[in-house]
């Protein structure tokens, strides 16, 4: 891949992704958008990975989407570019693998909506996280007035939204936007302890687990529990399910197929 904003690193099956253009503090313009879509793309068909760290260089997660390129923007233009960054983190929250965000610095505006885009959030103690869009003059563009009330509720989620203030890492924390928060120079350790953690699991279960969430969170809790079920009942039909239990049995670690 040719990649001019973002690094990709591979660590035993972990792949880290981290947006490099630390002079703009990572702003989201087209071309980072469009290589983001790049990178989630061919991970969807990436069967050695078995998880993703989604970072930023410098002193910036993502500080929010390229003002000077929205500023020019008339109305076409600007539902075109929420389009474009809304598909790229639909398809990073639909990624088959667990996303997990390690926020390293500001994510504010479309940096907020991308660490909502995924799995997990593991912050900075000196991160600050935002949605300032009404100061600017527009909304949220990249799905964050949906994800942000659906983790922390429609109150908080105004209020963020409202008031454009950033909130520090710890209460983010207390009203469950991240998971957990660590001193700056743990955050990748965290992150991949975590990454490890996850991936000595099923992954097909895991990316079965997903789906189930991600469906059943938009749908009633009777429909949600149909899909489950069935997603459940999926799993008997791997290899590595049979390997799982035949392992506890055995007393040994699972040998996973992915099949």
Known sequence: ????????????????????????????????????????????????????????????FVAGADI?????????????????????????????????????GFALGGGCELALACDIRIASSKAKIGQPEVGLGITPGFSGTQRLPRIVGEGRAKEIIYTAKAITADEAYRIGLVNKVVEPEELMDAAMAMAKTIAKNAPIAIALSKEAIGRGMQTDIDSAIAIENSLFGLCFSTQDQKEGMKAFFEKRPPEWKNK
């Open 68 to 104: 000077s390129q929205m500023s020019t923007m008339n109305a076409a233009e600007g539902k075109a570019f929420g389009v474009q960054g809304s598909k790229v983190f639909r398809r990073i929250e639909l990624l088959p693998k667990p996303v997990i965000a390690a926020i390293n």
């Open 1 to 60: 891949m040719d990649l001019k904003n973002i690094i990709i690193q591979n660590e035993g099956g972990i792949c880290i992704v981290k947006i490099n253009n630390p002079q703009s503090m990572n702003a989201l313009n087209s071309e980072v958008l469009a290589e983001l879509d790049t990178v989630f793309a061919s991970l969807e068909k990436d069967s050695q990975t078995s998880a993703v760290i989604l970072t930023g260089e410098g002193r910036a």
